[in-house]
């Protein structure tokens, strides 16, 4: 190859990897070495009917890593042709043994501080190590959660995979909530017999995470007697379960395991 060929070859391979970079590079954003886009979505029309309600928040350094997505989304955008996401599968299966007979032609997505949030009852938040909190966010989530909302924290874990891991989430939820106690949940808990009666957490798959899934919530003016305001799955991705149960991927008693607590958490969110 001669020289001049040669500066020509490389002329035109940077040309292709700048066009690439500015062409991903307006789809999303930078965090550090992680690229990543914002998935596309449309809320659906409040109807009175259960909705899966799934929060969105500004994503901290490292959280577009997995295919891109901002934390936020896990389990929201398929990511195969077979796949299917977690609040959809997980809609299916409570519409179908049950009486509450939620939306499962669409869920919606809303920021903390959105007011039509204040609408949904229960709404749900992946990956919290790389949640981001504003003041104007946790005033407007303290107000929610005040006034009868419950809130699932799920899919996070300590560094390095999760982010800040629980430090960061319990920094974020001592703005919102300044009192709270952080206790651990006990398989007596009324949460886990709405339903599905859920006798020990021993029998909870884990998807990825070592050990057991550490289960933890918070109750309205740190009273047992009181209702549950956020229940918090951590070092575990229970939701995981919901995504690919129909890929075969998971033993259909794994993948019943994880609906038994998601079916529990939103008939709980709905009646207390």
Same mark, same amino acid.
């Given at each position: 190859?001669?020289?001049?060929?040669?500066?020509?070859?490389?002329?035109?391979?940077?040309?292709?990897?700048? &066009?690439?970079?500015?062409? %991903?590079?307006?789809?999303?954003? *930078?965090?550090?070495?992680?690229? #990543?886009?914002?998935?596309? =979505? @449309?809320?659906?029309?409040?109807?009175?009917?259960?909705?899966?309600?799934?929060?969105?928040?500004?994503?901290?350094?490292?959280?577009?890593?997995?295919?891109?997505?901002?934390?936020?989304?896990?389990?929201?955008?398929?990511?195969?042709?077979?796949?299917?996401?977690?609040?959809?599968?997980?809609?299916?299966?409570?519409?179908?043994?049950?009486?509450?007979?939620?939306?499962?032609?669409?869920?919606?997505?809303?920021?903390?501080?959105?007011?039509?949030?204040?609408?949904?009852?229960?709404?749900?938040?992946?990956?919290?190590?790389?949640?981001?909190?504003?003041?104007?966010?946790?005033?407007?989530?303290?107000?929610? &959660?005040?006034?009868?909302? %419950?809130?699932?924290?799920?899919? *996070?874990?300590?560094?390095?995979? #999760?982010?800040?891991?629980? =430090? @960061?989430?319990?920094?974020?939820?001592?703005?919102?909530?300044?009192?709270?106690?952080?206790?651990?949940?006990?398989?007596?808990?009324?949460?886990?017999?709405?339903?599905?009666?859920?006798?020990?957490?021993?029998?909870?798959?884990?998807?990825?995470?070592?050990?057991?899934?550490?289960?933890?919530?918070?109750?309205?003016?740190?009273?047992?007697?009181?209702?549950?305001?956020?229940?918090?799955?951590?070092?575990?991705?229970?939701?995981?379960?919901?995504?690919?149960?129909?890929?075969?991927?998971?033993?259909?008693?794994?993948?019943?395991?994880?609906?038994?607590?998601?079916?529990?958490?939103?008939?709980?969110?709905?009646?207390?």
């Amino acid at each position: 190859m001669s020289r001049r060929t040669w500066r020509v070859a490389v002329t035109c391979a940077l040309l292709t990897v700048g &066009l690439a970079a500015v062409t %991903f590079a307006q789809r999303g954003r *930078f965090f550090g070495m992680n690229m #990543g886009y914002e998935p596309s =979505y @449309q809320n659906v029309k409040y109807d009175g009917r259960f909705t899966f309600v799934r929060l969105k928040y500004t994503v901290g350094p490292g959280g577009y890593y997995y295919h891109g997505m901002p934390s936020w989304a896990h389990g929201f955008v398929p990511i195969g042709p077979s796949d299917d996401m977690a609040e959809r599968s997980l809609m299916k299966i409570l519409d179908a043994i049950s009486s509450v007979h939620p939306r499962t032609d669409g869920s919606n997505v809303f920021a903390l501080d959105d007011p039509e949030l204040f609408k949904y009852p229960v709404c749900y938040m992946t990956e919290a190590g790389f949640w981001e909190l504003s003041d104007k966010e946790a005033a407007a989530f303290r107000a929610y &959660l005040e006034k009868g909302g %419950f809130v699932i924290f799920d899919d *996070f874990r300590e560094p390095p995979r #999760g982010g800040g891991g629980w =430090y @960061q989430f319990e920094t974020n939820m001592r703005k919102i909530l300044p009192g709270a106690q952080i206790v651990d949940m006990k398989p007596d808990d009324q949460i886990f017999h709405v339903f599905f009666d859920i006798n020990s957490f021993n029998i909870l798959p884990q998807a990825y995470d070592g050990g057991l899934p550490i289960l933890r919530g918070i109750y309205e003016n740190n009273d047992p007697s009181r209702r549950l305001m956020a229940m918090i799955n951590f070092n575990t991705d229970i939701s995981d379960f919901w995504e690919f149960s129909n890929t075969g991927m998971y033993a259909v008693n794994q993948a019943n395991e994880g609906y038994e607590l998601g079916v529990n958490y939103m008939i709980y969110g709905l009646t207390h």
